[in-house]
């Protein structure tokens, strides 16, 4: 799973990087900044960061399938220039594929995130991932609500198209989706 979740965020930040002009992207001299003074600019301890998306819709063993992609909404605020503490929440629809047994699944969460902004010299590109705790929430129709705890791993990349807004894309373990993408707003 780490791996997927790394191949991951390094697929999407080089997607990121090849459809942006990238070489006049580059901040000069970033490595030859302390590490304490260095960052890309895409995330800092005065981020308040809401972004919505969509996940991709998946089938658990060809027996559940989803209806409608999961739905998710997510907040982060930074606590020091790399590290930030965040909200997720999701919410998928999907059905039981040998039973008129439909359901629908939430998941809620609290995330600690690691921001790559110290190592990326890109100034639109923030690289990130995540661990926290939370719970999967289960309503199925003929056999009533089941709450889990839940590991939540993330990993991911956010393209800055102003200074305020950009888009995501994201894989992670959360029960909803394996991949989820949306559009993101830095206030």
Do not use: C, W
């Not at 965020?9 to 070489?23: D, G, K, R, V, Y």
């Not at 998710?72 to 999907?94: C, R, S, W």
């Not at 289960?138 to 889990?148: A, I, W, Y």
């Amino acid at each position: 799973m780490r791996k997927l979740l790394f191949s991951t965020a390094a697929i999407a930040a080089l997607s990121f990087a090849s459809i942006s002009n990238a070489p006049a992207q580059v901040i000069k001299g970033f490595y030859k900044q302390p590490y304490k003074a260095r960052n890309n600019g895409t995330f800092d301890k005065k981020a308040g960061i809401f972004s919505i998306g969509l996940g991709a819709p998946y089938s658990y063993a060809n027996y559940y399938r989803t209806i409608f992609p999961p739905v998710y909404a997510k907040y982060e605020m930074g606590i020091i220039d790399e590290i930030g503490i965040g909200l997720v929440g999701g919410m998928g629809f999907g059905s039981n594929r040998y039973s008129d047994d439909n359901y629908s699944t939430t998941t809620i969460g609290v995330l600690g995130y690691y921001h790559f902004n110290k190592f990326i010299p890109l100034k639109k590109l923030d690289v990130y991932a995540g661990l926290g705790i939370g719970m999967d929430i289960n309503n199925r129709m003929h056999r009533g609500t089941e709450v889990n705890p839940l590991l939540l791993l993330k990993a991911g990349a956010r393209y800055y198209f102003t200074q305020s807004f950009g888009v995501y894309i994201e894989s992670a373990y959360d029960m909803l989706s394996v991949a989820n993408a949306g559009v993101t707003f830095r206030f």
